[in-house]
Structure formats: structure tokens, C-alpha cells
């Protein structure tokens, strides 16, 4: 069944708080304190600040390096105190936990699970009460999922499903007269600059030119296939598109940053 959820004891967490102050060590408390056996896994918190697509991006393309059962607990949450709902969605054997502000909406189309709009009402009989304004991630995320990592609550249990939620804030790659057009999305460590275009959507260019900032970069297969210094292309470990510059930072070669307008075309 791809709804079917077995919680294995794992939880990944994924937020734009970086590492300054104690905000990810107490979620992890939280966490602990409710199921001591969790295993827990960082994926980022270094996802932009109050832009919870960067967060979906790499959540969707990192989910499936975890063992089924796995909660994944991603808040990036610049609405934390409103009344924005919070959605569970629970697809190929993972569940996936995040405000509805457009975080989770290319996970739902990815693992074509089921989605529920959590029912806060029913939070204070998990013990999950007196929640704070600003840190929610505490408060109220952390120990719904370590109660689901538990296989304390089931999913359909928590809230109505619902069609309803916010969709991705990021527009897919678009095929305009031949001319594929998509965007960058995050830059990595290294200044790498990472797309939302997918391997997938390469296949229909037989020599395929990458076009970015007023350069024409070609289509390698590694880092290694240029000399330092020079531009390249290439499908990154996470199948998507990236501009790279060999041992140096595209990102500063370029002056591109997220956002910046990325175009495949057909060379000769």
C-alpha cells in the first residue's frame, strides 16, 4: 500500500535555524525526552531564512536515502504564531511533517501520499500544550513527531485529509519552443549553483547547452573533465542540473545567487 506508514524510529529534521542558540538542540530534547531510543538525523538547518521552498527542494530529493518509517520534521515557519495549519503527509512508507506554507507541496507530488490538516484540538490529549508564539518547532513539532515516530498516534488520526494546502512556491521548468527555462535554487558549501531542473527533463536534448548570466556552459559528466577555473554543467548526485566552476565558486564567477534564470538549449 503507498499510504502505509510503520514508524522505524527515525526522525529527520530539516529548519532554517542554523547553528547559533539552542534552538535544534531543543527540539532534539523534546524529541528524546518523549522517545529516548529515536535515532535522529540533521539533514539541513542551513535551508534560507523564512523561504520554506529551499527546504521542500532538498527534502523531496533527500527522503528516499532514509529507511520507510522514517518522520521527517522540516520547519521553516515565518508565519510560527498564526493560525497557518500544519500538515502531515504520508507517502511511499514516510511521513513528512511541516507548516502548510508551501513546503511540503512537491513532496505531496513526489511520494503521491495522503495529506492531513492536523486538528490542533486534539494535540493536548498527546500531552502537546502551552505552545509559544515564536518557537513552534519546540513546542509543537518536535514532540507530534517523536509521538508518530513512537507509533503513539496514527496519521489518520490526527486530522481530517485534505486537498487543500499551499502549493510549491517554486514554478517548475517550463519548455517554451524548444527552450527548457528553470531556476537556481540554493547555492551548496562549495558555491556550486543547484536548479530545480531534474536529469529527467535533459533527455530530449541531444547536445545540450546550458545558458546562465550571459554564458554558454556545456554538459559534462564531472568536476574533473575541466580544468580549474573553467565553467561547466553538469546532472549533480541529486539529479538535477548545476553550475559549477572547477575547483572555484560559481556563484561569486557568476553573481548569481536564487532566483537567477537558468536555459537549456540545443547545440549544433
Not at 43 to 54: D, G, I, M, N, S
Request: charged residues 20%; proline residues 6%; glycine residues 12%.
Amino acid at each position: 500500500m503507498p499510504n502505509a506508514f510503520t514508524p522505524a524510529g527515525v526522525i529527520t529534521i530539516t529548519t532554517d535555524f542554523g547553528h547559533r542558540g539552542p534552538f535544534v538542540g531543543t527540539m532534539k530534547g523534546v524529541i528524546l525526552c518523549r522517545l529516548p531510543g529515536a535515532q535522529i538525523v540533521d539533514l539541513t538547518h542551513e535551508a534560507h531564512v523564512h523561504w520554506p521552498a529551499e527546504a521542500g527542494f532538498w527534502l523531496e530529493r533527500s527522503y528516499q536515502y532514509f529507511p520507510a518509517g522514517t518522520v521527517h520534521l522540516a520547519v521553516v515557519d515565518p508565519g510560527v504564531g498564526t493560525d497557518r495549519d500544519v500538515l502531515l503527509v504520508v507517502g511511499d512508507g514516510h511521513a513528512f511533517l511541516a507548516p502548510d506554507n508551501g513546503l511540503l507541496g512537491d513532496v505531496v507530488a513526489r511520494v503521491r501520499g495522503a495529506v492531513y490538516r492536523v486538528d490542533t484540538s486534539r494535540l493536548k490529549s498527546l500531552g502537546i500544550e502551552h505552545l509559544s508564539a515564536t518557537f513552534h518547532g519546540r513546542d509543537l513539532f518536535a514532540p507530534l513527531a517523536a509521538e508518530l515516530a513512537a507509533n503513539r498516534v496514527a496519521p489518520a488520526s490526527l486530522g481530517a485529509p485534505t486537498r487543500d494546502y499551499v502549493p510549491s512556491l517554486i514554478e517548475p521548468p517550463e519548455l517554451r519552443g524548444g527552450e527548457l527555462h528553470g531556476v537556481v535554487i540554493t547555492t551548496d558549501h562549495f558555491g556550486n549553483l543547484i536548479t530545480n531542473i531534474d536529469a529527467s527533463r535533459l533527455t530530449r536534448f541531444r547536445r545540450p547547452e546550458v545558458r546562465i548570466a550571459g554564458h554558454r556552459i556545456a554538459l559534462r559528466r564531472t568536476y574533473g573533465d575541466v580544468v580549474p577555473g573553467e565553467l561547466l554543467a553538469l546532472v549533480n548526485s541529486f539529479d538535477v542540473l548545476e553550475i559549477a566552476v572547477a575547483e572555484q565558486n560559481a556563484a561569486e564567477m557568476l553573481g548569481v545567487g536564487r532566483g537567477g534564470p537558468v536555459l537549456v538549449v540545443e547545440t549544433g
